[in-house]
């Protein structure tokens, strides 16, 4: 059963992805040539698609460097 906890608030949910947000972009600006982006909003196989294509090309301008 799902449980709804005392700070299951939209105030709380706001602050919390304020807080991440606030603290995931600088990393992902430091790392940004790391970096990986792949939209989760398609489906599972394109996803997979997606996923492995940009690993192929971040494998190929490793093999570069």
Known sequence: ????????TEE???TRLEEFH???KPVLEHYKDR????SA???K???SKNLLEAL???KATKLQS
Do not use: Y
């Not at 059963?1 to 299951?8: A, E, F, Q, Y």
């Not at 970096?35 to 792949?38: A, E, G, M, Q, T």
């Open 22 to 24: 606030s603290k995931t």
């Open 1 to 8: 059963p799902l449980i709804k906890r005392s700070d299951d």
């Open 56 to 58: 192929r090309q971040f």
């Open 35 to 38: 970096v990986i982006r792949v």
């Open 45 to 47: 196989n394109t996803i």
């Open 12 to 14: 709380k949910l706001r």
């Open 41 to 43: 909003a398609d489906d």
